[in-house]
Nanobody
Framework: QVQLVESGGGLVQPGGSLRVSCTAS????????IGWFRQFPGKEREGVSC????????YYADSVKGRFTISRDNAKNTVYLQMNSLRPEDTAVYYCATRFQTCTWGHEHFGSWGQGTQVTVSS
């Protein structure tokens, strides 16, 4: 069964850090770009970060640049999003999704999706 599972979300104070993970089962992430998206209530999913499969290039939305870091561990079939200096406006459900090889923005270009993990930044 092809599946993506996000984990690692939770409640953190402003300025704190969290690392969310995206683990694949039933297929290898080796040939896929992985995107992280987030969704605020009543809004469309927005791209946060992406890492390509071919050269490992990384991309970030301006709102998270310098604070978030995406990485992948193909041996563990897992992609991580390290989130530092978190702000209340980062509160959202975070999703990972796959696309063949290369990154692009736009959730409509991604195929398999996880169920999401809630990240709440609040004091």
């Amino acid at each position: 069964q092809v599946q993506l599972v996000e984990s690692g979300g939770g409640l953190v104070q402003p300025g704190g850090s969290l690392r969310v993970s995206c683990t694949a089962s039933g297929f290898s992430l080796d040939y896929f770009a992985i995107g992280w998206f987030r969704q605020f209530p009543g809004k469309e999913r927005e791209g946060v970060s992406c890492i390509s499969s071919s050269d490992g290039r990384t991309y970030y939305a301006d709102s998270v640049k310098g604070r978030f870091t995406i990485s992948r561990d193909n041996a563990k079939n897992t992609v991580y999003l390290q989130m530092n200096s978190l702000r209340p406006e980062d509160t959202a459900v975070y999703y990972c999704a796959t696309r063949f090889q290369t990154c692009t923005w736009g959730h409509e270009h991604f195929g398999s999706w996880g169920q999401g993990t809630q990240v709440t930044v609040s004091s």
